[in-house]
């Protein structure tokens, strides 16, 4: 006979379950990851680079693991900080699973580093639906992207813990509207601070190491209205 | 698209289901998506069929419904549906203080199967009158 059965599953359990495990045991090695999202070309790679430097300049224990579809040049630029870095190439996959990044970090880096910096794949929509056991979200925009980027990506944007808005050094040339696009990360996710940065001329880099220490640290983070229902 | 990466979760899921119970043929999947869960429904379908092919769910039909997003204030007691893109603050209060009631399921709520291994049960030839 034919017979309906009520399965009530979220189909991404397997990757919460995966990433609740992960983060229980980063915490028991003393080990904070952040999660880097933004389109491809955002800055990710500029401003890691940027944040290892004055990692390294602080004495704060860091590393870096950038995911691609292909290539190891943003290993080969965040390697120059000296600190451990380590390229994952994600064979045609659009963006980094719990299960994926729990490989990748099994006795890598040291135990007691604090910060593991994880740059996603670039791509707002996809790396979105993946919790990879991070303490701090963070999503990046560039000023030449438009200020609409945060409506056209609501669940990348809602489920920011921090918003960060790169090449600030290049805003006036191509008259990015700050204001408006604050106003759009604010529809989507209330109460979300927005940053400011530019790797280029160093301002404002300071701001994601803070943020990333803090949460390290068990400063509570923002709680994104999208991120209190699923499944 | 990670539409391939969630409709290989599903059939995982519901392979597993019907292997436990015993089950061979998988008639229907019912997907529960919200309008925030960030999945393009026509991309899971057509990534679902490419998923089934060679696993205990091949041949089954997915029925997608979608859940509209809703919110809601409790300071101000009111309920709004957010919209896509969505609007997340109190249209009432302008505050923060804002739970999401729906929109963003990602869910399996239920699956059809025959369960009986002697009722072959898909579409059986309709007997030919006259
Ligand atoms: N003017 C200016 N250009 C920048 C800044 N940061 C990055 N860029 C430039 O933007 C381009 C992309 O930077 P990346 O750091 O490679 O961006 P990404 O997000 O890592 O890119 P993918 O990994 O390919 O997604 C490069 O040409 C950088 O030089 C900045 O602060 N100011
Ligand atoms: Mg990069
Ligand atoms: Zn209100």
């Given at each position: 006979m034919c017979r309906v059965v009520e399965l009530q599953q979220a189909v991404l359990a397997g990757n919460d379950a995966a990433a609740g495990?992960?983060?229980?045991?980063?915490?028991a090695r003393g080990t904070?990851?952040?999660?880097?999202?933004?389109?491809?070309?955002s800055g990710k790679t500029a401003l890691l680079e940027a944040e290892l430097l004055l990692a390294r300049e602080r004495g704060v224990t860091?590393?870096?693991?950038?995911?691609?579809?292909a290539t190891e040049n943003d290993a080969m630029r965040l390697a120059r900080s000296g600190l451990p870095v380590k390229q994952v190439l994600t064979d045609g996959l659009c963006h980094l699973e719990?299960?994926?990044l729990a490989g990748h970090?099994?006795?890598?880096?040291?135990k007691d580093t604090r910060l593991v910096f994880v740059e996603n794949v670039g791509n707002l929509v996809c790396p979105a639906s993946y919790d990879l056991g991070e303490t701090l979200r963070v999503v990046l925009a560039s000023v030449t992207e438009g200020e609409d980027k945060p409506l056209k990506?609501?669940?990348?944007?809602g489920l920011a813990h921090l918003v960060i808005v790169t090449k600030t050094d290049i805003a006036e040339a191509v008259g990015f509207d700050e204001a408006a696009f604050r106003a759009n990360v604010e529809q989507v996710n209330p109460g979300v601070d927005v940053a400011l940065c530019s790797a280029r001329t160093g301002a404002g880099t300071g701001v994601l190491?803070?943020?990333?220490l803090a949460a390290a640290d068990g400063t509570a983070v923002h709680m994104p209205v999208m991120a209190q229902a699923r499944a | 698209m990670h539409e391939m990466s969630i409709a290989l979760a599903v059939v995982d899921q519901v392979g597993e289901a019907a292997r436990s119970q015993g089950v061979t043929a998988v008639r229907t999947v019912r997907l529960l998506i919200g309008e925030l869960a960030g999945v393009v429904p026509d991309a899971l379908a057509f990534?679902?069929?490419l998923a089934c092919a060679g696993t205990a769910v091949e041949g089954a039909g997915l029925a997608i419904e979608t859940v509209r997003a809703r919110a809601r204030c409790a300071p101000c007691d009111g309920e709004w549906a957010v919209g896509v893109p969505p609007r997340l603050a109190c249209p009432l209060c302008g505050r923060a203080t804002v739970e999401l009631v729906s929109g963003r399921e990602l869910r399996i709520a239920a699956v059809e199967w025959h369960d009986d291994p002697a009722d072959p049960g898909v579409r059986e030839p309709i007997s030919q009158e006259g």
């Open positions: 495990i992960l983060r229980g045991e980063l915490a904070s990851v952040v999660n880097i999202l933004s389109s491809p070309g860091a590393a870096a693991l950038t995911a691609d579809l719990a299960d994926m970090l099994r006795g890598w880096p040291a990506y609501p669940t990348a944007f190491l803070d943020r990333a | 990534s679902f069929e």
